[in-house]
């Protein structure tokens, strides 16, 4: 529920002066709203404010007295408009919903609230509540714009990165992956599957369904159910959006509300060009769980054996460990939990009611011309797996 009484960054501006604005505090209790400063304070009753939103750009609320036109109140901070004065005042709502129309008034306001729980309360509420509304957001983006921005990000990385050009492993790799994409439910975007040359078994997602595996994973892959294990894990990302989750949660609660408060087009503003960064930035654990899980899923909805991703993972742990990368280094860091990964999928298994109705997956893991790779691989270490 909103709270009374917390108070929030403001400043008071003469509208005819050239001075400058005032720094100060802003209140509000039932009656009335408050500025105070080392130099200046203000009231101003409820029933004679005057709110107005900055328009475009300016993500500011404004507020003045209807006494006294010259001064001005503003604030950046939008969780003002969740304190109970606000939400019970017929009179500002009618403002607000005169600036914003009615029901992107009732979205902000209910959202704010559940944000703030009340103008700021425990943080782990809030984190919630920050995860929620970002889950919220990404499933406003349209498709068509997701696959214009995970297109135009992997054209960045062809341009930049050694990528197999032999179509024909390709194919193959797409092909190994047909019965998994069937099984998936709802495809807001179709597949693309890259082969990177590096010697690094690993795999990564990007937004608009761009699967990346790399020439060391399809070596490590005892075969087809394998790699799709890892395939499974890397769609979940993409379905589950976590590239454009990763984007908007790290920027932090601040930007969250003002994507809010922007709406849309300022969240497609803030992720139109996501930059080649996200490929070598590691996700939560939370996403990491999350793509287990859901991949998981899709092989047991594909019949596919699941247990080809508890295989791969555990070789993967094995070439971390081999290589010395298990601590601190450069490979498989996004992945420190793997141990624990395994384990939690081992319960899966184990919970798992039929482990035998699979189907035989005739599609062999692409081969690579080794002779090329190795001259490719040599070009060195690329990326951070994710
Ligand atoms: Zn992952």
Request: with cysteine.
């Amino acid at each position: 529920m909103p709270v009374e009484n917390p108070e929030f960054e403001a400043f008071l501006a003469h509208t005819d002066r050239d001075s400058p604005a005032v720094p100060g505090k802003l209140s509000v209790d039932r009656w009335r709203l408050q500025f105070r400063s080392a130099s200046a304070e203000l009231e101003i009753p409820l029933d004679q404010i005057e709110v107005k939103l900055g328009r475009r750009r300016d993500a500011r609320i404004y507020f003045r007295d209807r006494r006294q036109p010259a001064l001005s109140l503003f604030t950046e901070d939008d969780s003002v408009l969740a304190c109970a004065s606000f939400v019970q005042s017929r009179d500002l709502r009618r403002q607000l919903e005169a600036e914003l129309g009615r029901r992107e008034l009732m979205r902000r306001i209910r959202l704010t609230v559940y944000f703030f729980a009340g103008c700021g309360l425990v943080a782990w509420l809030g984190s919630l509540a920050a995860g929620a509304m970002v889950r919220s957001f990404v499933n406003e983006i349209p498709p068509a714009w997701e696959i214009k921005t995970g297109d135009s990000l992997m054209g960045k990385l062809e341009a930049k990165l050694p990528f197999v050009e032999d179509s024909n492993a390709v194919a193959q790799l797409t092909a190994l992956a047909q019965p998994l994409l069937r099984a998936i439910p709802v495809k807001k975007v179709p597949f693309h599957f890259h082969i990177l040359t590096d010697p690094s078994p690993n795999a990564f997602a990007l937004p608009g369904g761009h699967i990346v595996v790399t020439t060391g994973l399809l070596r490590l892959a005892g075969g087809p159910d394998e790699l799709l294990g890892v395939i499974a894990h890397e769609t979940a990302h993409v379905t589950r959006r976590h590239a454009f989750r990763h984007l908007i949660a790290g920027e932090g609660p601040v930007f969250i509300l003002r994507i809010f408060m922007g709406g849309r087009s300022r969240l497609l503003e803030a992720l139109a060009y996501p930059s080649e960064k996200l490929v070598y930035e590691s996700f939560s654990q939370e996403y990491e769980r999350e793509a287990d899980d859901v991949g998981w899923d899709y092989l047991v909805a594909a019949h596919i054996n699941p247990h080809g991703m508890i295989d791969i993972f555990q070789k993967l742990r094995n070439y971390e460990s081999a290589k010395g990368l298990s601590q601190k280094g450069s490979a498989f860091d996004s992945h420190p939990s793997l141990d624990r990964r395994i384990a939690w999928l081992e319960a899966k298994w184990a919970g798992l009611p039929d482990k035998h109705d699979f189907i035989v997956l005739t599609n062999p893991v692409p081969k690579i011309n080794e002779s090329d790779v190795e001259k490719m691989e040599k070009v060195g270490r690329l990326l951070r797996p994710r």
